[in-house]
């Protein structure tokens, strides 16, 4: 069906600095988030976990807690229909059957009258444990003689890419080599884990802080046995994700205790359960040889990455495949041969974090960069420009790099002043990285789906998506996308987010997808919308379809008798809505993607990409073996930015997670047990320890992207490590090769390189 010519006008939403749509109402504190919520008549939730990192469970007797007051329900791994979940592959027990793998794994569930009442029940519930050896290295699970974690061994995953022979290329080649160490790393989310289930008209309502809700709804109808419309999700608003809301936390718990017991069921989760039971960035080993001609040329990589993947896979193979399209970089490398291997252990479970794997790998890959910059005398950003690659020119998994102009860009913008290292107990030093980060699943197909109605009582256009808002600012740019589409004002949009009863599925929020997604897909049901609409208007003003023009929000007859005459956008949607139709508009938007995945994959390759170079300037106190960033300058390429406050936002707090990455943060675990689950004792940084940030945005148009926009929620951390652990080279001429880069580890590699007086470096060294 042809609809009306739509008269070009000025952008007037795309690029406009608004504030979020939402972010009065958040300040104000009106928004009430999943865990705020209250129901009149409901019970309280609570799990019961394992205290053991490994251990055989040899029976449960709850008698005595279901007979205890206030309690309506205790439930084990026999009450649930089917007891699996997981985002990749279902391999992760609702409640723990005959074997506890990690410290936190739920065992039982209790809903009961208060939350008093519950945790009183909890200590009622006798389970028998017979304790097992725990697994609590990559290095300990590969061991023939290691326990046997699962029934098909340790080893959860393997994918591997080769080209050429970059073995016999760096037999002729200037060669580093080097061991690189990644931590865990949690999310620290302001909300915690939780939400609110009720059962009404047959329906199972499950309100909860998460990142998909239409994966989440086939997860609670698989678990519980019910069909999927049975079931609505709702998950919006939330307050901090990150990515550990991605795969299931709570929401097959509540589904379960409100079914049981007929009644709405609140959970939270406490911040020190979040801590053991919660999910984390995965912690690798990345052993990589680079090779490079005295020119500077690359002509290897060779590299094998091990993932602590934890108890269960959750999202650990799609992880390890982004680790491995990062250790090569954006860089053109004739020759490599990339191993990535997945292995469980009893340290919690790994899953999706800012990033996804390409932090990590990006380190390593970066550091090696700036090794071979150092051992040939080149410059840091010159050797990254010598093999950036040319335009069209397939990248190292055969895809063409169509956005090579803006890597060009990026390293042309910046300039590095060499600062004296000071001969003071205070060094400063300047260090470089460039990252990239992949948009969308790749090569796994992507039907994002969302929708538009002209609402003509409101005079208020609605997107629907179901990609939830935790902060990001998705549901900002999207009001301006359809405002775009639509020349209206961005205050006539409103959006309708993440409601399974109301949205459509257009996926969920990760994989630096959401803008991505969900604006083409709101761009092609804007474009229905104004097709049918002049169908309508054309019959309101007596005039052929072919003669009716649409600008700024109204229909104009521009031919025959009735030329000059106008109605506006909502008078024609009032005059379907008279008809018996709504004016309802829905798209599908089919995510660019190649033909065939790489050999064992599933995600690998991806064809858009979003880069980002960091600069870092950084201090390091010898003396208290502190290091602390003064400034980290990033300048970013995702594509056209929609709302440049917003996006400025999404970096400088990447930013600021990179920083904590790098220098502070490490979730501990002693014998599979961990250590620091709160924030006494895990240290993220604060306002303090914010440095001078400086975001720039080189905007080349991406053009598979909704007016020209890529995905910038991820890429502005991948960097960031890698140019904190060169600043702290750069000032003391020792290179960091383990993170975090804290206070330990930095007088120990100091005292090994020598940097300190002889006396103290035998002191630091312990003799």
């Known amino acids: 069906m042809s609809g009306p010519v739509v008269e070009e006008s000025e952008r007037h939403a795309i690029g406009a600095s608004i504030p979020k749509i939402d972010a009065r109402d958040r300040v104000r504190g009106s928004p009430r988030f999943p865990t705020d919520l209250l129901m009149e008549g409901m019970l309280h939730g609570r799990a019961l976990r394992s205290p053991h990192p490994h251990a055989r469970i040899l029976g449960i007797d709850t008698s005595a807690a279901e007979a205890a007051p206030g309690v309506r329900a205790v439930l084990t791994a026999r009450d649930v229909p089917f007891n699996r979940f997981g985002a990749v592959v279902p391999d992760i027990p609702v409640l723990a059957e005959d074997v506890v793998r990690y410290v936190g794994e739920p065992v039982a569930l209790v809903a009961a009258e208060t939350e008093e009442d519950a945790e009183r029940a909890l200590e009622l519930i006798r389970v028998e444990y017979e304790p097992l050896p725990a697994v609590t290295s990559v290095e300990e699970a590969l061991r023939p003689s290691a326990p046997r974690l699962h029934p098909d061994g ?60 239409y994966r989440d709804r086939i997860q609670i109808a698989r678990a519980l046995g019910i069909p999927q419309e049975d079931v609505r999700v709702v998950s919006y608003p939330v307050g901090g994700a990150f990515g550990g809301k991605d795969e299931v936390t709570v929401q097959i718990h509540l589904a379960l205790l409100a079914r049981r017991t007929g009644r709405p069921v609140r959970m939270e989760w406490s911040r020190e359960e979040s801590g053991a039971a919660g999910y984390h960035r995965m912690a690798y080993e990345i052993e990589v040889r680079t090779g490079a001609t005295r020119e500077g040329v690359l002509v290897a990589n060779v590299a094998r990455i ?51 794997g390409a932090p990590e790998a990006n380190f390593a890959i970066e550091s090696q960069m700036n090794r071979l910059a150092e051992e040939l005398g080149m410059d840091r950003l010159e050797i990254r420009l010598i093999n950036a690659p040319e335009p069209g020119e397939p990248g190292p998994y055969g895809v063409p790099v169509e956005q090579v102009p803006a890597l060009q860009e990026l390293l042309d913008s ?71 589409s639509m020349q209206l004002p961005v205050e006539s ?17 990760s994989a630096s997808r959401g803008i991505y997604a969900a604006g083409n897909a709101l761009i092609s049901a804007s474009r229905a919308a104004l097709n049918r609409l002049s169908l309508e208007a054309a019959a309101l003003l007596g005039a052929q379809s072919q003669h009716v023009r649409y600008s700024r929000g109204k229909f104009y007859a521009v031919e025959g008798l009735q030329e000059g005459r106008s109605v506006d956008l909502f008078e024609a949607a009032a005059h379907m809505a008279s008809r018996g139709s709504a004016p309802r508009f829905e798209a599908t938007f089919e995510v660019p993607r190649v033909d065939r995945p790489l050999a064992g994959a599933r995600e690998l390759p991806h064809m858009i990409y979003s880069f980002a170079l960091a600069v870092a300037e950084v201090d390091v106190d010898l003396l208290t073996a502190v290091a602390r960033a003064r400034s980290v300058r990033t300048v970013v390429d995702a594509g056209v930015i929609v709302n440049h406050t917003v996006a400025s936002m999404q970096v400088e707090g990447a930013v600021l997670q990179g920083i904590g990455m790098a220098l502070t943060e490490e979730l501990s675990y002693k014998n599979g047990v961990p250590q620091n689950v709160d924030f006494t004792t895990y240290i993220v940084p604060t306002a303090a320890d914010s440095p001078e940030l400086d975001v720039e945005f080189i905007e080349i148009y991406e053009e598979s992207g909704p007016y020209g926009a890529k995905g910038v929620g991820e890429v502005g951390i991948v960097p960031v490590a890698a140019a904190v652990a060169d600043a702290i080279a750069d000032a003391t001429g020792v290179r960091p090769t383990e993170l975090p880069i804290n206070p330990e580890r930095l007088s120990r590699l100091l005292a090994d390189g020598g940097v300190l007086p002889g006396r103290l470096s035998k002191i630091l060294k312990g003799n």
């Open 414 to 484: 910046v300039h590095l002043t060499r600062t004296s290292r000071g001969d003071g107990w205070v060094r400063r030093g300047i260090g470089v990285a460039l990252g990239m980060k992949s948009i969308g699943y790749g090569a796994i197909p992507d039907y994002p789906v969302a929708a538009v109605e002209v609402d003509p009582r409101s005079r208020k256009v609605r997107a629907y998506i179901s990609i939830p808002d935790y902060g990001q600012g998705v549901a900002t740019g999207c009001a301006q996308v359809v405002a775009e």
């Open 154 to 213: 340790n080893v959860a995953g393997r994918i591997r890419a080769a080209v050429g022979d970059p073995h016999r290329a760096l037999e002729e080649a200037v060669v580093v080599e080097g061991i690189y160490r990644t931590q865990f790393q949690k999310h620290m989310y302001m909300e915690l884990e939780g939400g609110i289930a009720w059962i009404d008209e047959g329906t199972l309502h499950v309100v909860v802080g998460g990142q998909n809700p």
């Open 493 to 509: 949009v409103e959006v309708v987010d993440a409601d399974t009863s109301a949205s459509p599925d257009t996926g969920g929020s």
């Open 306 to 356: 091990f993932g602590d993947n934890g108890a269960y896979r959750s999202f650990g193979p799609t992880m390890m495949e982004l680790a491995v399209e990062a250790i090569n970089g954006p860089y053109r490398i004739p020759n490599y041969d990339v191993e990535g291997v997945l292995v469980y252990t009893n340290n919690g479970i790994s899953s999706a974090m800012r990033g996804f």
